[in-house]
């Protein structure tokens, strides 16, 4: 490969990596609490309150650390010898972050969308029975988010080795 990162840049991204996925990864628990709290209450207005706020905080912190996590995949990717699909954990750490993706495009932030338009056109109901899916796909998201990180600590030693000493 191309122009390997240095010592020292190397463990510049590896802190920065792992700042940016606990700021990935504490936002989606944050935002899976804050769910509960607009889905266990039954008021029109800590709904209407809070229930938008969910759908913001991924626009705002979610997404743009979740772009800059990727990014960094991809430097490592292109400037290590983790490559990108050379070793298993990371295949399915790629896999998985497509699992997470779905989950929180499909799963999440479009039924918060359309349980907030029906809110507006239909009344509130409130209650968990009006989350639909919701809470499980936070629920996934949070699973996911944990296996990749699971992944990303716990590599296969015979890896770690073959990685130090230079052989493939």
Do not use: D
Request: proline content about 4%; hydrophobic content about 50%; charged content about 10%.
């Amino acid at each position: 490969m191309k122009g390997k990162l240095k010592r020292s840049s190397l463990k510049c991204l590896h802190l920065i990596h792992i700042i940016s996925i606990s700021i990935w990864f504490g936002s989606v628990i944050s935002i899976s609490a804050l769910s509960f709290i607009v889905f266990s209450q039954a008021s029109e207005t800590i709904f209407f309150t809070l229930a938008p706020l969910i759908p913001w905080l991924y626009k705002t912190i979610v997404l743009p650390i979740a772009l800059f996590t990727i990014i960094q995949g991809i430097i490592y990717g292109l400037f290590t010898n983790w490559g990108f699909f050379k070793h298993k954990w990371i295949t399915y750490k790629w896999c998985l972050l497509i699992l997470v993706s779905l989950s929180t495009g499909m799963g999440t932030i479009a039924p918060i969308f359309t349980l907030l338009e029906k809110a507006n056109t239909h009344g509130f109901v409130g209650g968990f029975a009006e989350s639909g899916s919701i809470p499980f796909f936070l629920l996934l998201q949070i699973t996911l988010l944990l296996l990749m990180i699971i992944l990303s600590v716990f590599k296969p030693k015979k890896t770690n080795k073959a990685l130090n000493s230079g052989k493939k």
